[in-house]
Structures are given as C-alpha cells and as structure tokens.
C-alpha cells in the first residue's frame, strides 16, 4: 500500500502561484508514476500532470507553460508549482501514484490517490 498526503492548495488571486506538493509513504517501490489530476464541481476528472521515476513528465494542454511538476530525489514527493493561475484552475486537486506504463492522462491507471487539496482562483 502507497499512502498519499498533499499539501499547499489555497485561494488567490488570477495570476497568482501556488505549489501543491504530495509526500508517498508505504511501499513506495511499488509505484513508478505519480502524477496531479484535478476535478471541478460538474465537470469530470482530469490529468494535470505527471511524472514518472524515469524523468519522463507530462503536461495537459492547458497548463503548459504555466505548471511544471518535480520530483524530489527519493522519488517519494511530487511538487505543483502553478504560476499565472486562471479561474478555470479552480479545482479540487489529487495526487495519484500507479504503477503503469498506459497512457498518461489515464486515471483509473493510478492505483492510489491522496485525499485532495481545494485550489481556488478568484478573478
């Protein structure tokens, strides 16, 4: 078992930052992705980014050039840093961490998930 724990959401302003990191306890060997997915009220789950212990990293569309995910050198924290936050990233944000090599979009291939962290962005 993988526990998750995130930490860092909050409320800004549009154009502001924030930095969501998720600390993984447990047997964490067991995992080789960990990645940020995200869920507004209506509106259905969605990647964020992701990284895995190779390197390899994956941004949405949407948040290119704006969000930039990091691991720390244990492979067991996963930080968000978000700058020139919009009000559509308003959102319940979740840590994921799966051991997979599908796609990377796909949520139901992480096998664990943190309880969430509330981003709000106030325009």
């Known amino acids: 078992q993988v526990q998750l724990v995130e930490s860092g959401g909050g409320s800004v302003q549009a154009g502001g930052s924030l930095r969501l990191s998720c600390a993984a306890s447990?047997?964490?060997?067991?995992?080789?992705?960990m990645g940020w997915f995200r869920q507004a009220p209506g509106k259905q789950r969605e990647v964020v980014a992701a990284?895995?212990?190779?390197?390899?990293?994956y941004y949405a569309d949407s948040v290119k050039g704006r969000f930039t995910i990091s691991q720390d050198n244990a492979k067991t924290t996963v930080s968000l840093q978000m700058h020139s936050l919009e009000p559509g990233d308003t959102a319940m944000y979740y840590c994921?961490?799966?051991?997979?090599?599908?796609?990377?979009?796909?949520?139901?291939?992480?096998?664990?998930w943190g309880q969430g962290t509330q981003v709000t962005v106030s325009s």
């Open positions: 994921a961490a799966g051991w997979t090599y599908g796609a990377w979009y796909r949520g139901d291939d992480y096998r664990y």
């Open positions: 447990g047997s964490t060997g067991s995992v080789n992705r």
């Open positions: 990284i895995s212990t190779g390197g390899g990293e």
